[in-house]
Structures are given as C-alpha cells and as structure tokens.
C-alpha cells in the first residue's frame, strides 16, 4: 500500500499549519483510500520520522514525500535527501521517494500567480474608523 507523506518547513506559530493542514484533508479526501500524513522539518510535530513510522505502522510499503515548499533551497536539497536517508535505513522494508518541491510544480506556479492577480484586482478592503 501507498502511503503519501507531505513535507512542510514548520513555524512556531500554530496558525502558520492551517492551510497545510488543510490541504493533507482535501488529499485524504480525493486519495483513494491511501493514508496522508502531514510531517514538519522543525519546530512542530510530528517530524518526519515519526510520521514515516506511523504509514509503515498502518501497512504502507511505498511512501512519497511531497516536499509542500515553494522551492528547493537547503531543506529541499540538503536536509531533505538525509532525512530520507535515515529514514531507508530505519524501515528497510518501506521503498521511500521524494517529489519535487510542490512550488516547482507548472500546476502550482499558474495557480499562485493566478491567485495574486485576483488578489491585486480584489476591492481594497475598508480602513478601520480612526
């Protein structure tokens, strides 16, 4: 079984993991009964191992990575490729791969900048009364 593992950096501000949050429900939704599970880099859990663990836990043999960074700078590039390291010696069982950074991706790319355009041509919003 496939398991999906998504990637973000992390913040200490719970608020920052909303729209990430959200978008690991709208995947379980549309993943045909594969297990999604959201893991952070740092400053907030669960970190990537343990999200691994808990997809070979459920039966998963095949975990993607979805990176959820706009682009591959040094967590992508660096910090990433050990992380799955560690992660391939841990569960030798469990084949793992890594995507691209989802940022990198034409889908998203057309999508942000379609989403700022709307954003700039939206009616400013109203000044709060001094």
């Not at 593992?5 to 009964?33: K, N, Q, S, V």
């Not at 095949?62 to 990433?80: E, K, N, Q, W």
């Not at 084949?95 to 989802?102: F, K, L, S, V, W």
């Not at 009616?123 to 709060?128: D, S, W």
């Amino acid at each position: 079984m496939q398991g999906i593992l998504l990637f973000a950096h992390g913040a200490r501000d719970p608020a920052w993991a909303r729209p990430f949050e959200t978008i690991a429900a709208r995947m379980r939704e549309a993943a045909g009964g594969r297990p999604v599970a959201l893991a952070y880099l740092e400053l907030m859990e669960p970190r990537l191992d343990a999200a691994a663990h808990a997809l070979a836990a459920q039966g998963c043999t095949l975990i993607t990575v979805v990176p959820l960074f706009l682009g591959a700078g040094g967590h992508v590039r660096r910090d990433l490729p050990e992380l799955l390291a560690g992660l391939r010696a841990q569960l030798p069982a469990v084949t793992i791969r890594d995507t691209a950074a989802i940022g990198e991706t034409e889908a998203i790319t057309r999508a942000i900048a379609q989403a700022a355009l709307t954003l700039v041509d939206a009616p400013p919003a109203e000044e709060p009364a001094a």
